[in-house]
T-cell receptor, first 111, second 112 residues
Framework: ELKVEQNPLFLSMQEGKNYTIYCNYS?????LYWYRQDPGKSLESLFV?????AVKQEGRLMASLDTKARLSTLHITAAVHDLSATYFC???????????FGKGTLLTVNP | NAGVTQTPKFQVLKTGQSMTLQCAQD?????MYWYRQDPGMGLRLIYY???????DKGEVPNGYNVSRLNKREFSLRLESAAPSQTSVYFC???????????FGDGTRLSIL
């Protein structure tokens, strides 16, 4: 059974600081997705990582995937208040359409 | 640009009642999914439809049924609602397996 663990689950940071959210998974996979959810809202796709060593960047967010370590990171650079949200990673084992989500990281960026 | 549309947005049921959650997408996606989101649990897959005419169980299918009515529509039915099914339900769709899923706005369901 695929397990996906995110750390930390809660993150409070100051504006302008850097931080990293970690996503570990238990079964070999080279497909990992990051989503953002604002309170009471739907999920928005941020990044799709489909191979070992994949790196994607959008604004102050950068995601990477190390399939050998079964680890993805979401790095936040110079955080701003607008990044406050819950971030989910999700993994699928190719061929079966079943996406397994982590429990999410609630990020709060304080002025 | 509707994307994925879910109805209703809110619903309150009594234990034992039945209801169907509706989902439609206008992006010509092949695959559709139903998830539930509970506090501290992330999202858990209930059922999915890889393509029109097929449906399969996800992680938590008990107490639910689904119908892929056509390529656009995928409904979720609760035959006899239980308080444990109180949750936020999300429908999603994707063009194919390794593409990001697009989510609807969710249905907030309370069962008393």
């Amino acid at each position: 059974e695929l397990k996906v663990e995110q750390n930390p689950l809660f993150l409070s940071m100051q504006e302008g600081k850097n931080y990293t959210i970690y996503c570990n998974y238990s079964t070999t996979s080279d497909r990992l997705y990051w989503y953002r959810q604002d309170p009471g809202k739907s999920l928005e796709s941020l990044f799709v990582l489909l191979s070992n060593g994949a790196v994607k960047q959008e604004g102050r967010l950068m995601a990477s995937l190390d399939t050998k370590a079964r680890l993805s990171t979401l790095h936040i650079t110079a955080a701003v208040h607008d990044l406050s949200a819950t971030y989910f990673c999700a993994v699928d084992i190719g061929g079966n359409y079943k996406l397994t989500f982590g429990k999410g990281t609630l990020l709060t960026v304080n002025p | 640009n509707a994307g994925v549309t879910q109805t209703p947005k809110f619903q309150v049921l009594k234990t034992g009642q039945s209801m169907t959650l509706q989902c439609a997408q206008d992006m010509n996606h092949n695959s559709m999914y139903w998830y539930r989101q509970d506090p501290g649990m992330g999202l858990r897959l209930i059922y999915y439809s890889a393509s029109e005419g097929t449906t399969d169980k996800g992680e938590v299918p008990n107490g639910y049924n689904v119908s892929r009515l056509n390529k656009r529509e995928f409904s979720l039915r609760l035959e006899s609602a239980a308080p444990s099914q109180t949750s936020v339900y999300f429908c999603a769709s994707s063009y194919q397996e390794n593409q990001p899923q697009h989510f609807g706005d969710g249905t907030r369901l309370s069962i008393l």
